[in-house]
């Protein structure tokens, strides 16, 4: 059974820092690639950013761009988001997940941007 257990969400004032981190279990973390999702208040899961399998390749929807770096240890199965920068625009619940979507998914750590 598929198992993403997120971490280090918090209160951040605007413009500071979080590491969310995500332990993987179930699967053969390191075949597959990884993702962060993020729901904001009232919206839609939104795709914020994707690592692959290797560690080698990123990608990022363009809101984030140059503030925050995804990252993962193979040999520990878990998976990194650090967020740098932040603003009230990105509060939201997080959520690590093995595809883009969001299908599979883990329950989230809560991120709140504010004064």
């Known amino acids: 059974e598929v198992l993403l257990v997120e971490s280090g969400g918090g209160l951040v004032q605007p413009g500071g820092s979080l590491r969310l981190s995500c332990a993987a279990s179930g699967f053969i973390f390191s075949r597959d690639d990884m993702s962060w999702v993020r729901q904001a208040p009232g919206k839609g899961l939104e795709w914020v950013s994707t690592?692959?399998?290797?560690?080698?390749?990123?990608y990022y929807v363009d809101s984030v761009k140059g503030r925050f770096i995804i990252s993962r240890d193979n040999a520990e199965n878990t998976l990194n988001l650090r967020m740098d920068s932040l603003t009230p625009e990105d509060t939201a619940l997080y959520y690590c997940?093995?595809?883009?979507?969001?299908?599979?998914r883990g329950q989230g750590t809560q991120v709140t941007v504010s004064t």
């Open positions: 997940a093995t595809d883009r979507r969001g299908t599979n």
């Open positions: 690592i692959d399998f290797g560690g080698h390749s990123t």
